[in-house]
């Protein structure tokens, strides 16, 4: 084989099915990933970028182009050199087996791809997630199911008998059947995708669109299970045999599996001892997907049924799904699914659709499609969860996203000889078109805003964003107690860096960031308004509420958000400056040895460059919270570093003000360092001394947070290298500024 195909030798690589199929696997990545940069200026999720490469490789585009596809894409007929030797002498045509062409080996590595993905999108499917809505999400899912499929099977009867009948070995009950189904699915993945890039993952709409889309999936599947089963049958009982087999499967991998996962999963010899999943168990994985795919293969279902009901066995359990996927998803998303894709537009033809009629069945399918999904999901929404109508019609065009999901479907039925290859190019720009509407309207709807927004109503308003979950952990917990204010509002936003990978906005990840913090409940927060209005007024009878730790205390509503960003400099920015804050604090990790320019070894810290760059983007008084590797669990030993200048008043106040508060519980010690002298009408530790840093050295072990002022200049001034490699962590306080330094995307 490779003598023969070896340039040197006069051969053609084009012969050769590894050959041939090496430069298919290259043009498909190269076009794919151009696309998905070029679609991602326009808002659109990379999927659309990969459906248009696939058609764009199929008859449609390039396979207009003579000789294209009979050298790059040859059906195996074609191509003389794939088959298998001669026929011995004596042997039957029926023993050799069919050629095995570079198409085949395509569509083999394309099924096994799906079967994989399949699996990532079982995994997707948090049960958490649905019972987080589950009313809400249930009626709303519903809805978008039944509408789509009655409407569906209006628009599927038409296009049977215009466009349906030929070249299907089906009757009109399944086929409307089908389309009504294919009609009802909703892209799970590509849903989760765009919330996240839209910031509105974490949502109220957010919440609810995955929540409707989850429980969507499961139903829409399992349905689809059975019509498969049934267009594959020989007869009614071969249909019945099918689906209770499928039934016990199922129930076996959730029942008796799914235990003796989560129990393996929890075990001493589940890790390496790097701390990643050992290769052992990572290959049993594989092997059960496998197994479990071949299984509903040969009861007659698809192999996507297999990989899709292993990914929901898969136990939440030790942050397992999201560590399986990492170990898999890159070559399941860069090199298999665009292969999926481009199996997918060989088959689709826009230029069978020659006729007026055919337009008109594209132009019914996408209106059938398109109503009944955005005006279910709207009026369900309106009704169940009391949403307002820009909220309600972005969850209407959010169910109305198909993607992916769509074109597993329809590649389904055109294998199950469910649908012809004009109906299943109709469906295919059906998907193409209600995806593409989809990020363009949500922005429209619900993301839009206006860039700079007024002052909220608390008396003091604060915004913290870190990248280290201990960092927002210091933020949740001890950074409300250095507001010096009666009633003061935090929003805390953890950044977490998404991309294509399905790991990075998995939705029970993102879940499981905040949850070890502590801060007070909505409710406790009330309580404590509605107990200091009481003082306030003199009242007397009014009890103490079994809300509250310390009535004392003042007034702090602490909000924990996750910003889930794919380009986190430009967003951090934006997030900043929406509002006009009384403060801003941001993180900057240091590490201990390097310089700080150096920095930024994990993948959601940042430099101390962008850092800078993001605080001269912000008008109002910023601070820059910097530490090491570890972050103290109290701050309960301050000391503030004064040197007199100018830029270092905005600080001071700071520290003034949080002293003043101090007196009332004497929860902090407060230790002021000076160069000059002040006129400090408050008790507390004051020092005056020429040389700051060694003052502080001789304390360091005892304290929890160093404060000083700082100015914006062309780098952070952190006074002495002792202070910028110090344990203690470092909050730099800048006051306000007003002359902009240009912000680069790509730092």
Known sequence: MTTGSSIFSGGNPLNASITLFLIQLVLVVVLSRTLARIFRIVKQPSVVAEVVAGILLGPS???????????????????????YPPMPDGAREADILPPYGPV?????FANFGLVLFMFIIGLELDMGIMKKNLKEGLVISVSCMILPFVLGAGAGKLVWDTVGKEGTNTNVYIFVVFVSVAMSITAFPVLARILSESKILDSRVGNLSLSAAALNDVLAWILLAVVVSVANAQSILTSLWTFLSLLGFVVFMLVVMKPL?????????????????????????????????????????????????????????????????????????????PLYFTNSGLKTNIGTLSQTISWLMVLLVIAAASVGKIAAGTFASKLVAKTNWKESLTIGFLMNTKGLVELIVLNVGLQAGVLNTEVFTIFVLMALVTTFITSPAIHFLYVRRSKFKMKMDSDYSSIVIVRNIQAASWACEIFPNLLAKDQAEVKVYLVKSISDRPSSYMKSEFGKLFGGLSFRKKAQTEAIRKSKMARKSGRSDVEKSPLLENELLPLRQVTPRVLATARPNADVTAKATSRIYDLVILELKLDAIDDMDSIGQQRDTVSSGSTFLILNQIMCPTGVFVHKTSIPTRAKEIVFLYEGKEHEDFALEFVTNLQAQNMSNASLTITVISRVELEWEISTNLIISNDLVDEFISMEENIDLLIMGSQRTTHFDFKSPELKYSRVPLLLLFPKYSNKIQLHDDI
């Open 104 to 108: 085949d080996v395509l569509s083999i």
């Open 61 to 83: 585009a390039l396979g207009k182009i003579p000789g294209f596809t009979r050298w790059i894409f040859p059906p195996t007929t074609h191509n003389l050199d794939c088959a």
């Open 261 to 337: 996962l989560t129990a393996l999963a929890k075990s001493r010899y589940f890790n390496s001892e790097e701390g990643d999943i050992s290769l052992d168990f990572v290959a049993m994985f594989l092997i059960a997907i496998f197994i479990c795919a071949w299984f509903t293969e040969i009861i007659g279902v698809d192999v996507i049924f297999g990989g899709f009901i292993m990914g929901l066995t898969i136990p939440r359990v030790n942050h397992l799904p999201e560590r399986f996927v990492k170990s898999i998803e890159d070559v399941v998303l860069v090199l298999l699914l």
